[in-house]
């Protein structure tokens, strides 16, 4: 039985599916691939469950596993780069652990993500547009986890940090290090100080790493050197915690708690995106200090992507179906 779920994209969030290829030890298990891109170009997917039931889902855009960085970059740069015309700007990775979410957004030194080919691209527009305006580009790097906020470009550990309004109405964390960048030759140095920092003080970097929020903020100063005119946007690039399901096994202590936090906060960032597709009066967005950091770059005018990471093997069906079907929540 084929379902269709096909919807209109609302407001103003676009979804694409990225799905990894199958890694060597995969196939060395005889694990399978479920995915099924044909029509990808119409952003369908579909997803062979267990052999008779099939199920559809439909996206702005699908990439399979042969399309590289660069291809998913060209898809989401139009929305880059209209930080730079004054909109707010948010794109996030949400998935499962070990589908490729960091591979997105970071990448590697050889094959880099959108983060790096995002701010390489902001200097070269800024540069063809010098004679009319000058921007100032600076970086903040946070994560999340447990509902906490830790700079991953402080030099020395910071007291509590908070969210509040700045003097414009937006929200901001004061103490937060602002890193001004002048050129992209500084911007991979920086962004790997960034990423380094998450695993400082914690046993194991990867697992650290996919329950909290990395989020680097990007924020653009212009001038517009004609008639004067100032203004400043900002552009928010996550790399979400995964969105696994605990194991039955690990039902306690730390663990517990982080799962609750991690599930906490990407149900606020569920409910907020659908509040916002419903045109709903209240929008949740302090639920979580996901949503609440969040909050500038979703809704009103501003531009959201996100990225639903998938995994291509039947050994992970289950959670796949459950990153489609929150995506299609938010469609
Ligand atoms: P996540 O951040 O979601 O936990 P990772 O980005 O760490 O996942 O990816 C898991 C592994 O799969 C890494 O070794 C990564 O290099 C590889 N990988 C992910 N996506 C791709 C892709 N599109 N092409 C090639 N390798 C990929
Ligand atoms: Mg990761």
């Given at each position: 039985k084929l379902h269709n779920i096909v919807q209109e994209t609302k407001g103003n969030i676009r979804v694409f599916c990225r799905c990894r290829p199958l890694s060597k030890d995969e196939v060395s298990l005889g694990q399978k691939c479920v995915v099924d891109f044909d029509g990808s170009s119409d952003g369908d997917i579909v997803i062979a469950n267990g052999g008779t039931t099939k199920k559809s889902f439909k996206f702005d855009r699908v990439f399979t596993p042969n399309d590289d960085q660069d291809i998913v970059y060209a898809d989401a740069s139009p929305l880059v780069t209209s930080v730079l015309d004054g909109y707010n700007v948010c794109i996030f990775a949400y998935g499962q652990t070990g589908t490729g979410k960091t591979f997105t957004m970071e990448g590697t030194e050889s094959n880099r993500g959108v983060n790096y080919r995002t701010l390489e691209e902001l200097f070269n527009i800024a540069e063809e547009r010098k004679e009319s305006v000058t921007y100032d580009l600076s970086v903040s790097v946070l994560e999340v986890y447990n509902e906490q906020i830790r700079d991953l470009l402080a030099t020395s550990p910071s007291k509590k940090l908070e969210i509040k309004p700045n003097s414009e109405g937006q929200n901001h964390v004061p103490g937060l290090v602002e890193a001004k960048i002048e050129n992209i030759n500084e911007v991979w140095k920086v962004l790997q100080t960034g990423s380094n920092a998450?695993?400082?003080?914690?046993?194991n970097v990867n697992e650290h790493s996919s329950r909290s929020h990395c989020m680097l903020c990007i924020m653009v100063r212009a001038k517009n050197l004609l008639t004067g005119e100032c203004t400043s946007s900002k552009l928010w690039l996550v790399d979400l915690a995964g969105s696994e399901r605990l194991a039955k096994t690990d039902v306690q202590g730390e663990r517990l708690k982080e799962a609750q936090n991690i599930n906490r906060s990407l149900s606020a960032l569920g409910d907020v995106i659908s509040s916002l597709a419903t045109k709903s009066s209240h929008i949740p967005y302090r639920n979580s200090k996901l949503t609440h950091l969040l909050q500038d770059s979703l809704g009103g005018d501003s531009k959201a992507l996100m990225f639903v990471q998938i995994s291509p093997s039947d050994n992970d069906v289950s959670e796949t179906l459950s990153s489609l079907n929150f995506a299609s929540r938010v469609r």
């Open positions: 998450r695993a400082v003080g914690s046993n």
